[in-house]
């Protein structure tokens, strides 16, 4: 799973179907329409409308290329890995070549106009290659790189496309797209558990006393309650670490990325609001919160603090994997519900 399980606009050319279908037939040979029709619906809006025609269309490739990689590597039946192997030659011939499966083609004239390189989109192949291989994370660090390959490229790619991805702006962009990795583990716990996988660190569940049996109930008890109201404030601080590169930013995508945070703090809330128990579902927001979010949001990084804090976080951004989290935890407890 990466952050590229997010809401999806209207497509270029309409509506194309009911969000949540199955991809018809062989996954790479899918058309891009396929891969966005079969999309699920999630927390923010990847291309909304107030962005120019060109600028949408560019973000439309490149979430047709992450959802077809999450749904090879999340959905497909047979040789997975090889499936990934199968789609990475393709995409490497972007740079050095003629592409020939649809969704790669559809990819190849952002990449080129927009001048992108090829590691953000072989990190998002390699993310889905890792959740083939490993189930598990025994730390919040090694969670962390996990996130490098499966969240931080979108951003990358997304700065990319509008010329802008300097080193402080990417820093902080990385913030943004890790907490919201994190969000959506937090509310699809139930989920990823069903697909045979925990994004929840062991040395956390260790911590508060959860056993994996206890993440497989219908309803959280108070220590899995607790565990993830964790995760939402160690969610919450890295998302607000990130968020001063909405005030680096200008025009339109100023209100693109305050919605991604808004998103962001929007689902947090959803969880909160539910009480921490997202054993039964992953808890969502209505949309008109969302928009409250990304409005607080768009116009709090115009004040003189938010300015402020902009340009301090040019240079003051420390490292996020710092052996053990940002958020000290609480001594291991042992035993479970």
Known sequence: MTTSDAKIGTPPGGPMGTPGAPLPGDALTSSPQD???????????????????????????????????????????????????TLEADLERIWGG??????????????????????????????NRQDQLVTRYDTFDDLLRYCT??????????????????????????????????????????????????????EDLDSFGVREQDLARRTAGPAVQELIAFQVLRARRILDE???????????????????????????DAVERAGCDVLGGAPTAPKPRIARYALTVALASVTPAAR??????RVALPPLVTGGGIITKPTGRGGGE
């Not at 402020?308 to 976080?313: D, E, I, L």
Request: aromatic share 4%; hydrophobic share 45%.
């Open 35 to 85: 891969v966005l029709r079969a999309a699920s619906a999630e927390n923010f809006t990847v291309s909304p409308l107030i962005l120019p025609a060109r600028q949408r269309q560019h973000l439309f490739a490149i979430y047709g290329f992450a959802r077809l990689v999450d749904d090879i590597g999340d959905e497909a039946g047979g040789d997975r890995l090889a499936l990934l192997d």
């Open 242 to 268: 990130g968020t001063p590169l909405v005030g680096l930013v200008s025009g339109r995508l100023r209100l693109v990325l305050a919605g991604f945070v808004g998103g962001g703090r929007g689902a947090l």
């Open 308 to 313: 402020r804090a902009a340009r301090s976080a």
């Open 149 to 202: 390959l499966s969240a931080d490229p979108v951003g990358h790619m997304v700065l990319g496309v509008f010329g802008i991805g300097t080193p402080d702006r990417v820093a902080l962009s990385d913030r943004i797209c890790t907490a919201l990795q994190i969000v959506e583990h937090v509310q699809d716990v139930a989920e990823d558990l069903a697909a045979g996988r925990i994004y929840l660190p062991r």
């Open 98 to 127: 003629t592409p020939t499966l649809p969704v790669i083609q559809a990819l190849a004239p952002t990449v080129r106009e927009c001048d992108l390189g090829p590691e953000p989109f072989r990190r998002l192949v390699a993310a």
